[in-house]
Nanobody, 123 residues
């Protein structure tokens, strides 16, 4: 079993930055795909970014491309999401997820989820 804990959320003004962290425990995630999803009030959970096990390949949702960067540190069993140029529409609960196979953008593809961290962007 893999436990994931997100941190780093908060309140920020539009144009600002935040860095989310996802700490994994219970098993090493060095061979796992790591991803970030988000869910705004009244909306479905949506894909944000995903990174393969080595960190060599990543994919982003069009809405965050060029502003967000996903990364990982396998030595620390962790993944990160650097969010720059934040917009009010980025306001959501952000979730870290992991799966032990190839990259995927579907929420249903992931086996392990964190509890989420709230990101609020004020205009």
């Amino acid at each position: 079993q893999v436990q994931l804990v997100e941190s780093g959320g908060g309140l920020v003004q539009a144009g600002g930055s935040l860095r989310l962290s996802c700490a994994a425990s219970g098993r090493t995630v060095s061979r796992y795909v790591m991803a970030w999803f988000r869910q705004a009030p009244g909306k479905e959970r949506e894909f944000v970014a995903v990174i393969n096990w080595s960190g060599a390949s990543s994919t982003y949702a069009d809405s965050v491309k060029g502003r967000f960067t996903i990364s990982r540190d396998n030595a620390k069993n962790a993944a990160y999401l650097q969010m720059n140029s934040l917009k009010p529409e980025d306001t959501a609960v952000y979730y870290c997820a992991a799966r032990g196979a190839w990259t995927d953008v579907r929420t249903t593809a992931y086996d392990y989820w964190g509890q989420g961290t709230q990101v609020t962007v004020s205009s």
